[in-house]
């Protein structure tokens, strides 16, 4: 096969592997700069022209199904398959990564983080796979590459073309061959009947396998119940080790179901743990402003004095002149907002806080000030707006009680692009609803946020807006010094 083109596109150039199959690395030719591409030839054998016809016509029908499979960003795309020769081709997107094989080593155990976020993301591309009615069947770290460019799972070689064809060749003892790899594949598989929770067994067991530093083959099992041992070998929180528990009982009717209850399980686990982490940063911050403010109050004469000398009027906003808010030159940000609005400088260049602007109400104790704020993070380092979005909404998401996204889309700001969210949840005893809308620039994000109480959140919507749009970010911001 090396050195071959198939089609006259295809140079192969590299052998990868065999398996059911032979997997090589070629070159496209026909494309610009001739990118990587994976052609996988599935070798029936047969001499039977029935039998062929039958394999042609399985090929043809699991093809379609892979075309579909390739929509999801996490499955390599399938870009042609044909015959050649009465042998069947299929040709794949490459990915640039590193195969989990080589990332799970005997003996070296990940910890329970890892491995959380390792079956949250394989649990989203299942969950895709499963809505197609397709099991992948053959779930195990070398099947399983950590792509480069964004440091996200990619799941490869489905089975299922494979066993369609090859069940047609019987083995030597007349027997059908089975897919999986021995370890992985659960005890209804084995024996030829797949079912969807299948993948989760092999997926628990890849999962086990990177906790204990153990090869499944390896791994003990109870000559009674058939059920794997392991708990034992690795100190790993109960919680985590029941989901584990449950994900590969030999039992496929005691496993979980689907992918789904699996998700659930694990997300009300993260949850709980995040929850206990934001509660303690919570009191730690509770404490230092408690110690801060009266500090800030009494030395900056300009806070002391709206703070003492305001008066509550709060009326007809629309009306109400604006006042231009002008940061110090390290956040060159520049603001208008209404004059019955308070204003709070902060210009905090480690929390990145740069000032917080309220409406302040008239029964102030037991209601939610309207407030709006400007925040300047300094990222260190480019990065771009899809990406800074992605680690926002994963905040927003995790760190806000009972978080409810209502709106995500592009958005503008300071003229720039940026990404805009609302979304809705619980700030103390309040039910809040906030917009916040973000964009990035030399290294730096400019985040402002509005946020009200759900049901004054349309009243001074219009205000904040204005406020929003009126942001400018003063020039030679990148080249200042800092
Ligand atoms: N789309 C792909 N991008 C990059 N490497 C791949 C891709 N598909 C397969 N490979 C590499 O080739 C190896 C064998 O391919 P695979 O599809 O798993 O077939 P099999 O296990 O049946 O030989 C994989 O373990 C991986 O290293
Ligand atoms: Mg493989």
């Known amino acids: 096969m090396l050195g071959r083109t198939l089609r006259g596109r295809y140079e192969i150039i590299k052998f990868l592997g065999t398996g059911f199959s032979e997997t090589y690395l070629a070159l496209d030719k026909d494309l610009p700069g001739k990118p990587y591409c994976i052609v996988k030839q599935l070798k029936p054998q047969l001499s039977d022209p029935f039998l062929l016809q039958t394999a042609t016509r399985l090929f043809e029908t699991e093809a379609q199904v892979l075309y579909k499979l390739g929509n999801h960003d996490q499955i390599p795309r399938l870009s042609a398959h044909f015959q050649e020769n009465g042998e069947f081709y299929l040709v794949q997107e490459f990915i640039n990564g590193d195969i989990l094989s080589e990332g799970i080593i005997p003996g070296k155990q ?3 983080e890892k491995v959380i976020n390792f079956l949250q993301d394989i649990l989203k591309i299942l969950e895709f796979v499963h809505q197609q009615s397709i099991i992948h069947r053959d779930i195990k770290p070398s099947n399983i590459i950590r792509r480069t460019s964004d440091g ?4 490869i070689d489905f089975g299922a073309v494979k066993e369609k064809i090859s069940t047609l060749k019987p083995n030597s003892q007349g027997e059908t061959v089975p897919i999986g790899t021995p370890g992985y594949v659960p005890s209804e598989q084995a024996i030829g009947n797949p079912e969807f ?5 092999a997926l628990g067991i890849t999962a086990i396998q990177a906790l204990t530093g153990i090869l499944p083959k390896q791994l003990p099992k109870n000559p009674e119940t058939h059920e794997v041992v392991w708990r034992n070998l690795v100190q790993v929180k109960p919680q985590l ?9 030999y039992d496929s009717r005691k496993r979980y179901q689907s992918v789904n209850e699996v998700s659930q399980a694990l997300s009300s686990l993260v949850t709980k743990k995040k929850l206990k982490k934001w509660r303690n940063t919570k009191i730690a911050l509770v404490l230092v402003l408690v110690a801060l403010v009266p500090c800030i109050v009494v030395l900056v004469p300009e806070i002391r004095d709206k703070i003492f000398a305001s008066s509550h009027n709060d009326s007809s906003l629309t009306k109400t002149p604006f006042l231009t808010y002008d940061s110090s030159n390290y956040f060159m940000i520049r603001m208008k907002y209404p004059k ?8 905090d260049r480690f929390t990145g806080d740069v000032a917080k602007f309220f409406l302040p109400q008239n029964n102030s104790s037991n209601s939610f000030q309207p407030e709006l704020s400007v925040e300047m993070q300094d990222l260190q380092k480019p990065i771009l707006l899809p990406d800074y979005t992605n680690s926002k909404v994963n905040e927003i998401t995790q760190y806000s009680t009972s978080p409810r996204i209502h709106e995500s889309h592009p958005a503008k700001l300071a003229n720039l692009p940026a990404h805009e969210v609302i ?10 609803k906030r917009m916040a809308v973000w964009t990035v620039k030399d290294s730096k994000a400019y985040i402002v946020t509005y946020t009200a109480e759900e049901s004054q959140y349309d009243t001074f919507l219009e205000t904040a807006q204005a406020m929003m749009n009126s942001l400018k970010i003063r020039e030679s ?3 200042s010094p800092k």
């Open 110 to 112: 990940w910890s329970e």
């Open 197 to 201: 929770n299948s993948d989760i067994y």
């Open 477 to 479: 911001a990148s080249t």
């Open 423 to 432: 979304y809705t949840g619980k700030q103390e005893q309040f039910n809040i």
């Open 152 to 155: 996200k799972l990619v799941l």
């Open 241 to 249: 080790a029941d989901i584990l528990d449950k994900m590969v009982r």
């Open 340 to 347: 019955s609005w308070k204003i709070q400088k902060i210009e």
